[in-house]
């Protein structure tokens, strides 16, 4: 009987072991589970390797932790140096979420004001070095789209950011088509400034009968906008 006894203790010793065994590797896996943020894996909640969730978020090295400030809005270049007359009003511009800059929210600290009133009074001012060269009645009138100065400041101010056409052709000016996102080769000054002193056709100020003030004289050079970033020029040869 004893001889038929034994196995069943070291058996029952055995599973023992084993059972111990498999609490401790379990221990061991729960270890190696816990959320690191210096383990070189993606793990816990986080996003990404070592980064998100209870990690401090990281991206090239950089610390995204604590409250952000949107620094810079530039849905349209240009729009916010041309017609915000200094740096303070710059500077408000860019920290304005883009829906809150439109003609019913007044700029902050500024509670007697808007964006499009500020850039129509830029209109103004603008044409106003023009009266004496070319005659008194020098005004904005409307641009090629049909706007007048109040229509024209409330959309680039409240709208100064790019539209995608998903369906459609993306450019931010071509022929009748407008404002349906940006290429890369899109002169989105030029096209800035025909708004702004284009008159109603387009050639008003065009340097012919008036200053050219319709284009800058600047394009794309020799740039091949088919190449990866960034776009450089060739260099210039001896």
Not at 25 to 43: H, Y
Not at 71 to 94: K, T, V
Not at 206 to 231: I, K, M, Q, W
Request: charged content about 20%; proline content about 6%.
């Amino acid at each position: 009987m004893r001889i038929k006894k034994q196995p069943i203790l070291y058996l029952c010793f055995g599973l023992g072991l084993m059972l111990l065994g498999c609490e401790d590797a379990d221990d061991f896996n729960n270890v190696i589970e816990q959320i690191s943020c210096t383990d070189g894996i993606q793990n816990g909640d986080e996003t990404g390797v070592d980064c998100g969730g209870d990690c401090i978020p990281c991206l090239n090295g950089l610390d995204f932790s604590g409250v952000y400030v949107q620094e810079d809005a530039l849905g349209r270049p240009g729009i916010n140096l041309i017609f915000s007359p200094n740096s303070a009003l710059q500077n408000a511009y860019n920290y304005a979420a883009t829906a809150s800059r439109g003609s019913m929210n007044p700029i902050q600290g500024m509670e007697q004001a808007t964006f499009p009133m500020v850039f129509q009074t830029s209109i103004i001012d603008y044409y106003q070095l023009y009266q004496d060269p070319i005659g008194p009645d020098v005004s904005y009138d409307t641009n090629i789209l049909g706007m007048d100065a109040a229509v024209f400041t409330e959309f680039i101010a409240a709208y100064d950011a790019l539209q995608v056409a998903p369906n459609g052709l993306t450019t931010y000016h071509n022929g009748d088509l407008w404002f349906t996102g940006r290429r890369l080769s899109d002169d989105v000054m030029d096209d800035t400034l025909l708004l702004l002193f284009g008159g109603p056709d387009g050639s008003r100020f065009d340097g012919v009968n008036a200053p050219l003030l319709t284009r800058d004289e600047v394009d794309s050079g020799n740039r091949d906008f088919g190449l990866p970033f960034p776009y450089l020029e060739a260099p210039l040869q001896d």
